[in-house]
């Protein structure tokens, strides 16, 4: 009788440990940063969801679904267009006319452009409506030990001011966390520190592809980046500038580049992040 209490005890045991790693296992998050020339495009993987933050410019949407399906992703449970502008924009109604999309997230700002009106017409034909992404909106994840939160944008622009209506997203992972700026600018991330909503983070996805006007001392001293990532392709532009790199440097984050590193993949287990290249 004795004999058998202890092999039960270590089942039990062996069956309790296990169930631990499983659980450590499926918790993993992991969050692509696609190289796709001048712009941004974002996958976010979940143990249940797949979120996917922009489209890159024109004709990128077959490159991006390519990538998706390299990493088996069938379906989006949610797409996120931080605004209107055609190199974050451009390909998302390719994206969604061609894959199984549950929700779609934009700021409260329109456009003029074709890219515009061709995303708003993939979300039409979906018979799907945009959810308005404004600060404090969640996008609903099954996993407890994730949280995904709009904090901005905070208030209204003018309607010229694209890059300050940028959706930004804030997604932590117990004790790890990655913030989504878009193009948001010196002005968005005033409003956002004024309201005290810029944590201290362990990926920062730095804003506007590293333009002058972005990336503040206020927000770095603020956010402290262990890491950051810059999207961005050959442009006109002299993204990324050297001020932005230069306030970087000053708070020692990392900083990897999609022009330089191709896709960019960092690995959340909730208590340590890792990050690989992938051509």
């Not at 989006?76 to 061609?98: C, E, K, Q, R, W």
């Not at 452009?113 to 969640?138: C, H, P, R, S, W």
């Not at 804030?170 to 956002?192: I, P, R, V």
């Amino acid at each position: 009788m004795k004999k058998i209490r202890i092999i039960t005890l270590i089942l039990l045991f062996a069956l309790f440990f296990t169930g631990i790693k499983d659980v450590q296992a499926a918790s993993n998050v992991q969050v692509h940063f696609l190289n796709i020339g001048q712009g941004d495009a974002t996958l976010i993987q979940t143990p249940n969801e797949n979120i996917l933050i922009d489209g890159g410019g024109k004709g990128k949407g077959p490159e991006i679904i390519k990538y998706l399906k390299k990493y088996n992703v069938k379906s989006l449970t949610a797409v996120v267009s931080t605004h209107p502008d055609a190199d974050h924009i451009g390909g998302l109604a390719y994206v969604i006319n061609n894959m199984k999309v549950s929700k779609v997230y934009a700021p409260n700002i329109s456009h003029t452009t074709q890219a515009y009106k061709d995303f708003l017409l993939a979300v039409k034909n979906k018979k799907m409506k945009i959810t308005i992404a404004k600060q404090g909106l969640e996008i609903p994840t099954v996993a407890k030990d994730i949280t995904l939160k709009f904090i901005a944008p905070v208030t209204t622009y003018v309607k010229s001011d694209l890059n300050n209506w940028s959706a930004v997203l804030h997604l932590k992972h117990n004790q790890k966390s990655f913030l989504f700026m878009g193009d948001a600018e010196t002005k968005a991330e005033t409003d956002m520190l004024a309201k005290n909503l810029i944590p201290k983070v362990d990926v920062l996805k730095v804003g506007h592809h590293g333009s002058k006007d972005s990336t503040s001392k206020k927000l770095l001293d603020k956010a402290k980046p262990i890491y950051s990532v810059i999207s961005v392709g050959k442009n006109s532009y002299g993204h990324p500038t050297s001020e932005a790199l230069n306030r970087l440097k000053a708070v020692k984050s990392t900083v990897y580049r999609t022009d330089k590193s191709s896709n960019i993949i960092f690995t959340s287990n909730g208590s340590k992040i890792t990050v690989k290249t992938v051509k």
